[in-house]
């Protein structure tokens, strides 16, 4: 699995918009872009995956230059609700027995504040 | 959008005491997981499961754990003797197809503290 990096915490205040960039310099040629958000005491949640290029969903967007050794998560005008742990995750392991098995690495702390 | 429940959502226990961690997973899911985050730390990998068997399990899945899928609706976790260090966070997923970077659902989990 690719390893990514990822900023440890980052601050913003509501209203405005948030960029987390992920770098995944050995990224595979078959590998996805995943990003999932973590509430406190709650499960990890999908939020967006890319390939290439870009990608919208209602709730972000995801940047995705052309040599994909990096990512951005947009979220557009935070809110107070979006504080959370946004992890970033490269590809998967496909299971011999069935499955795929997710790999998280800390994450990023964002932190919105009024 | 279809979730996974778990229950309960805190559980104390003693050492040495067993306990059973109930997941159910989405419906037309075929794929199921258990994940652990102990506090302030990763989410971690224990177990999958498909077709009603163990498809990997990692390291810190030993003797003292055991799944199992009792009927078409519940998935558990069972954990014999709990030690100290078993408490985290457990959390509970499922997945439709098991492909390649196919999304998992986690549910909200359960807290086990150990004392």
């Known amino acids: 699995l690719a390893k990514t990096t990822q900023p440890i915490s980052m601050d913003s205040y509501e209203g405005q918009e948030v960029n987390i960039t992920c770098s995944h310099n050995n990224i595979a040629t078959n590998d996805y872009i995943t990003w999932y958000q973590q509430f406190p005491s709650q499960g990890p949640r999908f939020i967006i995956q890319g390939y290439k290029t870009k990608v919208t969903n209602e709730v972000a967007s995801l940047f995705i230059p052309a040599d994909r050794k990096s990512s951005t998560l947009s979220l557009p005008r935070v809110s107070l609700s979006d504080t959370a742990v946004y992890y970033c995750?490269?590809?998967?392991?496909?299971?011999?027995?069935?499955?795929?098995?997710?790999?998280f690495g800390t994450g990023t702390q964002l932190k919105v504040e009024l | 959008e279809p979730e996974v429940t778990q229950t309960p959502s805190h559980q104390v226990t003693q050492m040495g005491q067993e306990v059973i961690l109930r997941c159910v997973p989405i419906s037309n899911h075929l794929y199921f997981y258990w994940y652990r985050q102990i506090l302030g730390q990763k989410v971690e990998f224990l177990v999958s499961?498909?077709?009603?068997?163990?498809?990997?399990k990692s390291e810190i899945f030993d003797d003292q754990f055991s799944v199992e899928r009792p009927d078409g609706s519940n998935f558990t976790l069972k954990i014999r003797s709990t030690k100290l260090e078993d408490s985290a966070m457990y959390f509970c997923?499922?997945?439709?197809?098991?492909?390649?970077?196919?999304?998992?659902?986690f549910g909200s989990g359960t807290q086990l503290s150990v004392l």
């Open positions: 499961f498909y077709n009603n068997e163990i498809s990997e």
């Open positions: 995750l490269v590809g998967d392991e496909i299971l011999t027995g069935g499955g795929n098995k997710l790999t």
């Open positions: 997923a499922s997945s439709d197809q098991g492909a390649t970077n196919e999304k998992l659902f």
